[in-house]
């Protein structure tokens, strides 16, 4: 047990200081590039912050353990929204462009109807996993598409470049770079020492990928929607959580299905209309006034807190 303790702890500093080098490489890297904060947000961060979902996601398939694989997918998703987006919320008022209420959430909120409906019968075959990674490849091509057609830097974009210093791009992209090893391995170090420890408290393998390593998992993508929300890159904080979450469902259920079909177990309608109400609530919370305020981030934790309560007693 304090083996567990003392990777969790490390997985923990990782984590912290590998959000704060990605967050700062991402956001110089995109501008030198003439990206938007949103479009790099969208793309290259919530992918890279997605990795130790699909490492792990792979690997439970791979090792026989499909539910943690599947629990992982639909649990990261729920944290994503309910705890990770709340808590930025909470600590700064996320400010939401016009785009991706047209455009990426309801995205988002279409892939996760869909992969609601690829569950209904409790697998995910080869199939359905070569539709859900099809549907990756258009968004993101759609998305650099969108970046390159509609250039225009937003307020945000223009307020970040003049504070940005003129350091080489070797240097922002050996910050990323660094970033994202430091964030893949402090989420492998968290989840491995958190699994281990809920296995000896004789915790079921769909509730361990449910909680545990979908909250070990998403914790890059904490940790970087945290400093994200922190600097005042509002942009980035939703556009890392929005593409994370479309990444997530359209790409690690669909490559982790097509390397093994999954069985859902005892993943069920529960779990997933929980993940569908939270991103119907997230999409109308934006729509109030172009913005998520602290009230509305707090309510989406005691959904979450909620959430987690039921899966424990239950």
């Known amino acids: 047990m304090l083996t567990a303790l003392l990777q969790a702890c490390a997985g923990l500093a990782l984590l912290f200081y590998g959000g704060e080098y990605l967050v700062r490489g991402a956001v110089a890297i995109a501008h030198k590039f003439g990206m938007s904060s949103l479009s790099i947000g969208l793309t290259v961060v919530a992918f890279a912050t997605s990795a130790p979902e699909l490492a792990v996601s792979v690997s439970a398939a791979l090792d026989g ?11 990261s998703n729920i944290a994503n929204i309910g705890l990770i987006l709340g808590l930025a919320a909470v600590i700064s ?9 047209r455009i990426d959430a309801p995205i988002m909120l279409g892939a996760t109807c869909i992969m609601c ?3 209904a019968d409790d697998a995910v075959n080869r199939v359905e996993g070569a539709l859900l990674g099809a549907g990756l490849v258009a968004y993101i091509l759609y998305t650099l598409w969108d970046a390159k057609a509609h250039p225009e830097p937003t307020e945000e ?4 470049t003049g504070t940005l210093t003129a350091k080489p791009i070797y240097y922002d992209a050996y910050l990323f770079i660094l970033g994202l090893g430091m964030l893949i391995g402090g989420g492998k170090l ?13 915790i079921s393998q769909a509730v361990v990928g449910l909680t545990v390593v979908a909250v070990g998992t998403s914790l890059p993508e904490l940790a970087t929607t945290l400093v994200a929300a922190r600097k005042g890159y509002g942009d980035m904080a939703i556009g890392n959580i929005i593409g994370s979450n479309i990444f997530n469902t359209f790409g690690i259920l669909g490559i982790t299905s097509l390397v093994r079909p999954l069985h859902a177990g005892v993943i069920g309608w529960p779990d997933m209309v929980t993940l569908i109400l939270l991103s119907g609530v997230v ?9 998520v305020d602290r009230r509305e981030g707090v ?3 005691a959904g979450y807190v909620a959430y987690t309560g039921w899966l424990v007693i239950s």
């Open 283 to 291: 999409m109308m919370f934006m729509r109030t006034h172009y913005k």
């Open 299 to 301: 309510l989406m934790l």
């Open 157 to 160: 974009d223009v307020e970040v």
């Open 93 to 101: 008022p996320l400010l939401v462009e016009n785009k991706v209420l």
């Open 65 to 75: 353990a499909p539910e943690i694989a599947v629990g992982n997918v639909v649990g």
């Open 117 to 119: 409906l690829f569950l």
């Open 190 to 202: 968290l989840v491995t020492g958190a699994v281990q420890a809920a296995l000896l408290l004789d």
